[in-house]
Nanobody, 115 residues
Framework: QLQLVESGGGLVQAGGSLRLSCTAS????????MGWYRQAPGKQRELVAT???????NYADSVKGRFTISRDNRKNTVYLQMNALNAEDTAVYYC?????????WGQGTQVTVSS
C-alpha cells in the first residue's frame, strides 16, 4: 500500500509563506493525479489543488494566485507553495494520490496562520 508522508506545516503569521512537501513510499506514475486537501476545524474537507500529468493543475478559487502545486516525479514528491497566508487557511492539509483501487491519503500536516 502506498504511504504518503507530509511535512512543512507549522505556525506562520498572516501574510507569510509555507511550503508543504509530500513524499510517496514508492514510485508513482507521472500520470497519477496528486493533490492537496484541507480540513479546518468544524468544516468539511475541501480540495485545495491537484496536479496531473506534466503541469496540468487545478486550484480552489480561494487559493488561486496564492498557492502553487508542483511535483518532482524523480523524487516521488509533490509540493504546495503557499503565499499570502491568512487565518482562513488554517487547517490540516492532506496529500492525496489517485491510486488504484482507491485514493491514497497522507496523515496530514497542521498549518496555523496567526492574525
Amino acid at each position: 500500500q502506498l504511504q504518503l508522508v507530509e511535512s512543512g506545516g507549522g505556525l506562520v503569521q498572516a501574510g507569510g509563506s509555507l511550503r508543504l512537501s509530500c513524499t510517496a513510499s514508492r514510485t508513482i506514475l507521472s500520470s497519477t493525479v496528486m493533490g492537496w486537501y484541507r480540513q479546518a476545524p468544524g468544516k468539511q474537507r475541501e480540495l485545495v489543488a491537484t496536479i496531473s500529468r506534466g503541469s496540468n493543475t487545478n486550484y480552489a478559487d480561494s487559493v488561486k494566485g496564492r498557492f502553487t502545486i508542483s511535483r518532482d516525479n524523480r523524487k516521488n514528491t509533490v509540493y504546495l507553495q503557499m503565499n499570502a497566508l491568512n487565518a482562513e487557511d488554517t487547517a490540516v492539509y492532506y496529500c492525496t494520490a489517485d491510486t488504484v483501487p482507491r485514493t491514497s491519503w497522507g496523515q496530514g500536516t497542521q498549518v496555523t496562520v496567526s492574525s
